[in-house]
């Protein structure tokens, strides 16, 4: 085939998401969405969207909430809010394409800024007495915070929308987005799409039940053998059997649960009865103290159930985890957060370079298309400016006026900047990988140095530091969420101002529903305030590891309050397991979390991995949940690889575009790096839906459905 022709042939397989190397580049002369520019009949912005939406951000984002606290991850919610639209606006008399986008916009940003605010803002209750932390975690600080660093990510975001979208459309797949889009484009087809979610829903209301209202179900079962066993004292092997981490266990896979749990059994089979035969009851007591756990010696209660007048533990191993193993696991979590950070330092310094370029090529650009409007450069210049002058100005934020100018400052510009990071990695490799903890650590240290810069290193600055940080992180997180919304609006042929402000609305519903479940959750019952706790939140019922691990950070940097002995251990555990070859971040948070947590993870990963092999027996292609992370489409309408080994570009094709089927455009190169421009028809790649996957789909359900946010 001729250049020219294979250029005609190649623009005509227009909708391009996925490439075989990052080099590679498939230019397009145009693109065609399943619903075109041209089409303005198409309902879109509606109220019943609009209010369906909220609904699901408000249930979404507490879900979030109760599960980031609980086991320190989250789970995307933009396809099962998206299958969940379609069944239910059928009911209340049928909807478009387009308004199903918008109920999975606004419904999307209700999940991505609760875990931004889960992940950083509990760590007001971790920092040092003097510093009055936990006088900040109150309602209003955590609103403003949640909504501020949600509006903050998706004002970056319509700048670059230009640049890493549309531009970038044959290099970045944004991999969450387009099998949303795939979900979309099937759903308005037809079918029992929401089917298997329902009953998802259905059996883990019924298990909760039995287990939390009946107690039919023991909650936690455990084996804890007693600190006089001459052997293996204080040794603790148990685990919360519930749907939610038996599904997230299912989702991520039998690799990274087996880490997960592998850094779990080291702490509780491992360092925990160590501890327990090297360490007297009273100087684990006496620690307690030190660490806020324990109000005294004489005083009875805090973690492990301290008895003053026997000078015992109830429970050995839950105090000496309080004690030991959290600064252990926190200080592997922070080792492994920075190591992940220096890996994608080159990815994030290329990703910067690049999209700046493309914003600067294209910041003059008029769109005139229906599909190219978006809200105003200016809107985005005055809110920047707006969001300043409001973090000044609000007393209840930490700090003077001129001190919370300056935060104000620091967050644009470090918002700015890993916003356009973030949504650039996650184009690449998806939400599921977005560094969002590296990210907020990285800020942290530089707000921090900028800190002792000027002289700020007391107690009274820390809350002040944590501000900037989980402002950035609550933009990451929400810039991650909203590329792929805005991915997904590309190929379906959404309205980006209407997707801009939908993102506007979710965040606003988010932030309201995020700060009063954080508040619920953290109300101690009465038999727990007898105990002296004053939060639950940083309890065994809600740790908040990456909140503990914030403020350890910033303790460390600005007051110097660490046990460094500890820390560097868990520190030099991170380093140890990546000379191994193994994640370190993954085997880190499975330290830092109780082994009741990580155990069902690995249980609900260990039947994924018996689920693969059945289906390899049978014949049928299974892929690792990495993988599944980077390529959805083929899992999203349950495609299958028929045939072709060259390395395909997955696409909505034209025939797709107007049947809902699902092809690839077959390893063409472009003609300028001297390819063929085209692979011949035995080796292209079609693939055709199949149905949804039951069991994965139901995994996904019952844990709130996909891959977990955070690489952390």
């Not at 702490?267 to 007297?280: F, H, K, Q, R, S």
């Not at 004489?298 to 533990?313: I, K, L, N």
């Not at 969420?481 to 190929?491: E, F």
């Amino acid at each position: 085939m001729k250049p020219e022709a294979a250029k005609s042939e190649a623009a005509r397989n227009v909708a391009v998401v996925a490439g075989s190397a990052p080099n590679e580049v498939l230019k397009t002369a145009e693109f065609q969405p399943y619903i075109t520019a041209d089409r303005t009949d198409v309902a879109e912005f509606t109220p019943k969207a609009i209010g369906i939406g909220v609904l699901f951000g408000v249930i979404f984002g507490a879900a979030t909430v109760y599960l980031a606290l609980k086991a320190g991850l989250t789970v995307s919610a933009s396809i099962p809010i998206a299958v969940l639209a379609i069944s239910l606006l059928k009911k209340l008399g049928g909807s478009t394409i387009l308004e199903n986008n918008v109920v999975q916009t606004i419904g999307s940003a209700g999940e991505s800024i609760a875990a931004g605010v889960v992940f950083t803002l509990p760590g007001f209750l971790f920092l040092s007495t003097d510093s009055q932390g936990s006088s900040f975690f109150e309602y209003w600080t955590i609103f403003t915070l949640a909504l501020l660093g949600g509006v903050l990510g998706t004002l970056m975001m319509v700048p670059l929308r230009r640049s890493l979208i549309v531009k970038e459309h044959g290099n970045l797949p944004y991999p969450e987005g387009t099998a949303c889009a795939s979900v979309l484009i099937a759903g308005e087809k037809g079918g029992d799409l929401a089917k298997i979610a329902f009953q998802g829903v259905g059996f883990a209301f019924v298990y909760a039940l039995l287990q939390k209202i009946v107690k039919l179900i023991a909650e936690t079962p455990a084996l804890v053998t007693k600190q006089t066993n001459k052997f293996f004292p204080s040794a603790t092997l148990n685990g919360d059997i519930t749907p939610e981490y038996l599904g997230v266990g299912y989702i991520v896979g039998p690799k990274i649960a087996g880490v997960l749990v592998a850094g779990g059994v080291m702490a509780w089979l491992g360092l925990i009865p160590l501890l327990a035969t090297l360490v007297p009851p009273d100087a684990i007591a006496a620690q307690l103290v030190k660490l806020g756990n324990l109000q005294s010696l004489t005083t009875a209660g805090g973690p492990g159930a301290w008895d003053p007048a026997t000078r015992t533990f109830g429970n050995m191993a839950t105090a000496i985890y309080w004690a030991y193993v959290r600064q252990i696991g926190a200080g592997a979590v922070a080792a492994g957060g920075f190591i992940t950070l220096l890996k994608t330092l080159p990815t994030i310094v290329a990703a910067f370079k690049e999209s700046l370029a493309s914003f600067k090529e294209g910041a003059t650009a008029a769109a005139q298309k229906r599909t190219e409007r978006d809200l105003p450069i200016t809107f985005v210049i005055f809110g920047s400016v707006g969001l300043i002058l409001v973090m000044a100005a609000l007393p209840f934020l930490p700090g003077t006026v001129f001190g919370r100018l300056l935060l104000g400052v620091l967050i644009v510009v470090f918002g700015f900047f890993f916003v356009t990071v973030a949504s650039r990695i996650v184009g690449i490799i998806g939400s599921s990988s977005n560094p969002i903890s590296g990210m907020t650590i990285a800020t942290l240290m530089a707000t921090c140095l900028i800190f002792v810069g000027i002289g700020w290193t007391g107690d009274m600055y820390q809350p002040m530091a944590l501000c900037v940080g989980g402002m950035v992180c609550i933009a990451a997180a929400n810039a991650g969420a909203t590329s792929q919304d805005l991915k997904t609006g590309y190929l379906v042929g959404a309205t980006p101002r209407a997707q801009q402000l939908s993102l506007m609305i979710g965040s606003v519903a988010a932030a309201v529903v995020i700060g009063l479940t954080m508040k619920l959750l953290d109300t101690p019952t009465a038999e727990m305030q007898a105990q002296g706790v004053q939060h639950m939140i940083g309890t065994e019922a809600f740790p908040a590891p990456q909140g503990t691990l914030m403020a350890t950070l910033i303790k460390g940097l600005l007051s110097f309050n660490l046990d460094w002995q500890f820390v560097l251990v868990g520190v030099f555990l991170s380093i140890t397991m990546e000379l191994c070859g193994v994640k370190s971040l993954s085997f880190a948070v499975g330290a830092y979390l109780p082994l009741s947590t990580t155990a069902p993870i690995f249980v609900g990963g260990a039947i994924k991995g018996l689920s693969d092999y059945m289906a390899q027996r049978k014949g049928e292609k299974v892929e690792e949940s990495e993988a599944r992370a980077r390529q959805p489409l083929l899992h999203g309408a349950g495609g299958r690889r028929r045939a072709g080994r060259g390395r395909g570009r997955h696409a909505l094709g034209e025939r797709g575009r107007q049947q809902g089927h699902l092809q690839a455009v077959g390893g063409a190169r472009p003609p300028e790096r001297g390819g063929p421009g085209r692979l011949p028809a035995h080796r292209r790649l079609r693939l055709r839906p199949h149905g949804l996957h039951p069991v994965p789909h139901l995994a996904q359900a019952l844990a709130g459905v996909a891959p977990s946010r955070d690489s952390a």
